[in-house]
């Protein structure tokens, strides 16, 4: 009686630390070191550190192996579609805002309230392109390609959201101060700090997952640059306009 041996295929098990994983930890790394610099280092540093620290993050999910399709950088139409919608929601949503006396004080921003030129200018041109563009090719774009290929995509909507919340901690550390708004509810001492910035981190944790809905949606990071450009150039442009109204 003869024996019949069957070959099977050797049983494989995906390694939990392997090489995807390993470039999260980088990219994470890396999103660290310049949110820092942004905020501590000297003004010419600081200024440059967002814009090439996502060239540089750009570069490096090339090197990877990254295509321009999971780094978002494709589907422009939809993509730019998607954003336009929501971009014009959010101005709507942001006049009204602005307009009600109840939320008019949120807006009065120091930053952007009192110089019509500055304003303008930061939001059509600092605002694109020192924080929004250069944020989303890092969250939406690299981080968003890694998250997704090592976890999926529930793991980017949190994982990368609340990274984005946190992104904000040093942003948000005089926010009470230099809104009057603000500063009259929470007041400027550190109890109204932490508080501040525990919202901004809630805030911006719900707008990153937001932003990586659009994203997978619409298949491109034009559809959360759309949002996130309406949100904050409205903003500054909201605030200049009350301001204006308020003290004049």
């Given at each position: ?228 450009w309406a949100l904050n150039g409205a903003g500054a ?12």
């Amino acid at each position: 009686m003869s024996t019949v041996v069957v070959a099977t295929e050797p049983v494989t098990s995906r390694r939990w630390f392997d090489r995807t994983l390993v470039d999260i930890v980088v990219v994470v790394a890396a999103l660290v070191v310049f949110n820092l610099t942004t905020h501590f280092a000297p003004t010419p540093i600081a200024v440059a550190a967002v814009p090439v620290g996502a060239l540089i993050l750009l570069a490096f999910a090339r090197a990877r192996g990254v295509q321009w399709s999971d780094l978002g950088l494709s589907n422009i139409g939809r993509g730019a579609r998607h954003g336009a919608a929501a971009a014009g929601l959010t101005l709507v949503v942001v006049a009204i805002a602005a307009s009600i006396p109840l939320t008019q004080s949120a807006f009065l921003n120091e930053r952007y309230g009192v110089n019509v030129g500055a304003t303008l200018f930061a939001a059509l041109v600092i605002i694109p392109l020192q924080t929004v563009i250069p944020e989303e090719l890092a969250f939406r774009g690299v981080l968003h390609a890694k998250l997704s290929r090592r976890f999926g995509i529930r793991a980017v909507a949190v994982i990368g959201s609340l990274l984005f919340g946190l992104w904000h901690v040093a942003s948000s550390l005089g926010l009470t101060v230099g809104n009057d708004g603000f500063s009259a509810v929470l007041g400027t001492g550190l109890f109204g700090q932490i508080i501040g910035v525990c919202g901004a981190v809630a805030g911006t944790t719900v707008a990153g997952f937001v932003f990586t809905w659009l994203r997978h949606r619409g298949g491109s990071i034009l559809a959360p640059i759309g949002l996130h450009w309406a949100l904050n150039g409205a903003g500054a442009l909201a605030a200049l306009a009350v301001w204006h109204v308020t003290f004049h």
